[in-house]
């Protein structure tokens, strides 16, 4: 856990006493990140290569807040992005071109421009995810007059029981729209092969996300290798990607760090006589959730013969994961209250059944005026919406243990306003 008590039994996030963050009316809910720990967590899987040709993509979709994305180039990661606005960001960011992946099954041709146009030679790949991608691609190379570098992104058919995740995050088995379907890469390569615009550089694969043990990831992975021991026999490659998915504890355990999954898989690499290839992975999750947290504000209880909630200030709107997958995040009180706790039913503003984040042991005091929600760094902000014409979150940084940034919530009249003058 990122967060700690301190002596005071105040609640801490890198160094900053979060319940310090909670003052004034527009101050929750709020995000609050440890830029120091992101930072740390891109040294610490970059280590794991020891000197290995490599590329540590940070998966943008993840958290996008320019601090993080700094944090991380800094740490030397590149980017994995899935639009065009996050390729600027990641440029923008200080990413170098180079290192930049871009994934995603439908990209427009002016986001495919942006890709082949970056830089002296574009990014570092756009990751083709069919066959009929391919002209798509070419066309686009053509029309810039450039050679652009591509990646296969394949589909390892892994079986979606086997990955012990949710349904809404497995990318790998046969029913997904993710990735080259195994039956036509021999058809993906020879196309690209054919095209003298595009540049075969490597494949990839990517089969889910919180995977708490190595197992899954590298069944997946296994697939991959085969493919391109295969691939090697008619083109040239430089790397192989295996993805992201690394996992993290949000309160069930999580026996595998990020570094795990890399020493497994160049291990499993080597063994598969390819470790002449960078390696490349795309983690997300792993680099930012467990180093930011949702404050909130108790607004009221209510209780029943039967039922106890916790009504908040934050809602699905805030932190989507719980509403969209089920996701579970911990629940906890800025400041250590001692007498009786119960088990409240925590829920927020939105008028929605969805709007809960489950049941949490919590202090009966009405003493409990805000409250953190743990693990919130990844997939949190970047899904927030204005849905109930509720503002977007606060989001403050954490850096040295202190502030170093902040953007504040909008008032509600924005909202009002921008709805209003559509179709004056």
């Known amino acids: 856990m990122a967060t700690h008590l301190r002596s005071d039994g105040t609640l801490e996030l890198g160094g900053v006493a ?6 004034g009316e527009e101050a929750t809910p709020a995000y609050v990140y440890d830029v120091d720990a992101i930072r740390a967590e891109g040294r610490e899987l970059i280590g794991a290569f020891e000197g290995q040709p490599h590329l540590v993509a940070y998966a943008v979709k993840a958290n996008s807040a ?29 990413v170098s071109p180079d290192k930049i992946v871009y994934s995603g099954v439908a990209k427009s041709d002016a986001e495919l421009d942006l890709a082949v146009g ?16 391919v002209e798509r691609v ?17 589909n390892p058919g892994v079986d979606a029981d086997d990955l012990d995740t949710h ?3 497995t990318t790998g088995h046969d029913e997904a729209k993710f990735g080259v379907p195994l039956e036509s890469i021999d058809a993906a390569v020879d196309a690209i092969l054919a095209r003298p615009e595009l540049r075969l550089a490597g494949l990839a694969s990517h089969v889910g996300s919180q995977l708490t043990s190595t197992d899954a990831y590298l069944v997946g992975a296994r697939v991959l290798f085969d493919l391109a021991k295969a691939v090697r026999q008619k083109a040239s490659l430089a790397f192989v990607d295996t993805g992201g998915g690394f996992g993290i504890d949000y309160g069930e355990g999580c026996p595998a760090r990020p570094a795990d999954f890399i020493r497994a898989t160049r291990a499993l690499q080597r063994e598969r006589g390819l470790g002449d290839l960078a390696l490349y992975c795309e983690p997300g999750r792993s680099m930012v959730a467990a180093h930011g947290v949702v404050l909130a504000k108790v607004l009221q209880r209510k209780v029943s013969s039967a039922r106890r909630w916790l009504m908040i200030d934050a809602g699905m709107n805030d932190l989507m994961r719980p509403a969209l997958y089920q996701a579970f995040h911990r629940v906890v009180p800025l ?79 924005e909202w009002v306003e921008d709805r209003l003058a559509a179709g004056r």
């Open 18 to 23: 979060l319940e310090s963050l909670t003052r």
């Open 66 to 94: 320019g601090p993080v994305v700094r944090a991380l180039v800094e740490a030397g990661c590149g980017a994995d992005v899935v639009s065009g606005a996050e390729l600027m960001l990641a440029l923008a960011a200080g």
């Open 118 to 133: 970056s830089g002296p030679e574009g990014i570092g790949a756009v990751q083709i995810e069919s066959a009929e991608e």
């Open 138 to 154: 070419a066309a686009r190379a053509r029309a810039a007059g450039r050679t652009c570098r591509v990646s296969l992104r394949v």
């Open 167 to 169: 349904a809404y995050i």
């Open 335 to 413: 400041r250590a209250l001692s007498g009786p706790t119960s088990a409240w039913r925590v829920v927020g503003p939105v008028c929605e059944s969805s709007d809960d984040f489950g049941v949490h042991t919590l202090p009966d005091d009405a003493a409990l005026s805000h409250v953190a929600l743990l693990d919130a760094g990844a997939y949190g902000y970047s899904m927030a919406s204005r849905y109930n014409g509720r503002a977007l979150p606060a989001e403050v940084f954490v850096s040295g243990g202190r502030v170093t940034g902040r953007t504040d919530r909008r008032p509600m009249s």
